[in-house]
């Protein structure tokens, strides 16, 4: 009984293996490039958290132009600070040019902190547009984001 057993066991881990054989030659490009690797900085959840802030921002900042975020082209990793010993928030620095309602584009920088959400549930999201930073918040032309 007990080779019955084992016969039948290595009978199914051999149709396994016939089985993810090939799976193994096309994920090494053989029906064409593989898939680029997506960022932490184009997730659609932080892209549309700007876009949300940047209306909020051009509706109760005055001086403003009433334009808003359509879309992000050029979306670029800056820097990344891991999770570190004297480092306790991971911090990813990103930017985009961020397309317009109005159809021209602007730079915008953004920093991704990691667990820094509402009460350490989540991450956050701060971002600088220099045409738009009236106050200065993010240092000249957004300095500190870069």
């Given at each position: 009984?007990?080779?019955?057993?084992?016969?039948?066991?290595?009978?199914?881990?051999?149709?396994g293996s016939?089985f993810?054989?090939?799976?193994?030659?096309?994920?090494?490009?053989?029906?064409?490039?593989?898939?680029?690797?997506?960022?932490?900085?184009?997730d659609?959840?932080?892209?549309?958290?700007?876009?949300?802030?940047?209306?909020?921002?051009?509706?109760?900042?005055?001086?403003?132009?009433?334009?808003?975020?359509?879309?992000?082209?050029?979306?670029?990793?800056?820097?990344?600070l891991p999770?570190?010993?004297?480092q306790?928030?991971?911090?990813l620095?990103?930017?985009?040019?961020?397309?317009?309602?109005?159809?021209?584009q602007?730079?915008i920088?953004?920093l991704?902190?990691g667990?820094?959400?509402?009460?350490?549930?989540?991450?956050?999201?701060?971002?600088?547009?220099?045409?738009?930073?009236?106050?200065?918040?993010?240092d000249?032309?957004?300095?500190?984001?870069?």
């Open positions: 009984m007990f080779r019955i057993f084992r016969f039948v066991m290595a009978a199914i881990v051999a149709a016939l993810t054989a090939p799976t193994l030659s096309f994920a090494g490009g053989f029906w064409g490039p593989p898939p680029p690797i997506i960022s932490v900085c184009a659609s959840r932080f892209l549309n958290k700007i876009m949300h802030r940047f209306r909020y921002q051009v509706r109760h900042v005055p001086g403003l132009p009433d334009v808003a975020i359509t879309g992000f082209v050029n979306i670029h990793e800056n820097r990344f999770l570190a010993y004297r306790p928030i991971p911090r620095y990103c930017g985009a040019q961020a397309v317009m309602s109005d159809g021209t602007h730079d920088w953004y991704i902190e667990k820094m959400g509402f009460a350490s549930i989540g991450d956050n999201v701060e971002f600088c547009m220099s045409d738009f930073d009236r106050w200065y918040v993010y000249g032309r957004c300095r500190i984001l870069r």
